[in-house]
């Protein structure tokens, strides 16, 4: 598998935080097995897809409750979580804080950034 196939998945899953993105549509739109996409990802990537996916959408969260007033339940919603409470225990597990004392406090946080490759 190329740099470029692993880009083309980091792509696909930007394109798709807001949605579910999932392993075997992945692997269907770059054309390789699930298998041998997620052994290939955590190889170059250096976290398995699932966890990629999961810290990619808690970051992208985190961003939206400091840019926007936007309801917490939205923000939560809006990535795929599926109550105000599944993602403040998800929140709290990764950052420390609640996503409402985050957004309040504006705390330093060490958010998960997205992976670019080089060729």
Request: aromatic residues 16%; hydrophobic residues 35%; charged residues 30%.
């Amino acid at each position: 598998m190329s740099v470029k196939t692993i880009k083309d998945m980091l792509d696909w899953i930007e394109d798709n935080l807001e949605d579910e993105p999932l392993l075997p549509q992945m692997a269907l739109y770059v054309g390789y097995s699930e298998y041998y996409c997620s052994a290939k990802f955590h190889e170059y990537v250096g976290v398995p897809f699932k966890e990629y996916v999961f810290k990619r959408k808690l970051s992208c969260a985190a961003n939206e409750l400091l840019n926007t007033d936007r309801r917490i339940i939205e923000i939560a919603i809006q990535f795929g979580f599926s109550s105000h409470e599944a993602f403040t225990r998800s929140f709290k597990r990764i950052y420390g804080c609640s996503p409402y004392q985050y957004r309040k406090r504006q705390m330093e946080i060490l958010t998960f950034e997205r992976v670019y490759l080089d060729e």
